[in-house]
């Protein structure tokens, strides 16, 4: 029924899942959790090299051998000049034109400075940057992006690392509603399967997620766990589902029920 | 020369930020460069003159969200 697929910025894509690659208790276990959610795309970032540790070489030969695309962050930056600058260095590492851009704006809820979201994202599109910013549900923020050039957008489900799944389902459901043929994506806040269904069933393109994957007790296995949510959302979407309705309705037909003509005592 | 590598001082023999990255031993890894806070591409990085004070950046691949 899925046939229609995913694409981002021309890429066509199978899998919704998208995946962090951080907090994993091992790198063989990140290259099983990737594997077991079938995900095609992996967000890693840039970050100071010590030197001896050798520990970014490493972790890029990982990445490399998973077979996946990469989209690389700026997670962390604060301005808009540390964001393009450190776009410019991920593009040059990781030879791809994908930037997942975040401009932290506040440091309890990491939610994004949509003001300076906003003006980078002008900037890296312009400069040929594929975008993929990491926003808020917020409508007018969103059509600033879209004028800015992005062709995909991120809005969280919850602040990054909470695990409190979607704060604001309806936001989300107008946003998917205003933009119909917008690919989008929610990006941070999922906490648990169901959560990454629920976004699917909002009509969400794909969810990203690294902690609630990560963090877990048994990665690999919430890994497939998330990529079966994410299957079983996006089919229920698909398969239009019932409204919901605030009286019952009996499933089973009335027509033919026993004892109808008899008196109840 | 005193310079910033990374956050640290560092005293350095290096006058351009490819002769930086030869002396720090990093020059075969997968690395970014930027000088006081702008991207220098690899292409670039010999004709980057260094000077007292600057601060570079050396970035690599990692784990992200």
Redesign the interface.
Known sequence: MDSDGLTFYGVKLASRLIV?????PSPAI?AKAVAAAKAEIV?????????AS????N??SL?RELGVRVL??T?GCRTV??AV??A???R???DTPWIKLEVIGEEDTLQPDVFGLVEAAAILALDGFQVFPYTTEDLVVAERLLGAGCEVLMPWGAP??SGRGLNNAYGLKALRAHFPNVPLVVDAGIGTPSHAAAAMELGYDAVLL??AIAKAGDPEAMARAFALAVEAGRLGYLADPIEPRDMAAPSTPVIGRPFTDLARA | MRIQV??EARDVAATTLAALLRE???ED??????LN???V??SDRHQTRLKEGDAV?????????
């Open positions: 962090g690659t951080a907090q994993y990140l967000t890693v970032s840039l970050r100071r090299e010590s030197g050798r520990a970014g070489e972790f890029w990445i690389p962050n997670a000049k540390e600058t450190t410019e260095m991920a040059e590492v990781f990054i690392g690294n902690t | 990374n956050g720090l031993d990093f890894l997968s690395v970014a460069t930027a806070q702008s991207f591409r690899k950046e050396i970035l690599t691949p990692r784990q992200g969200g």
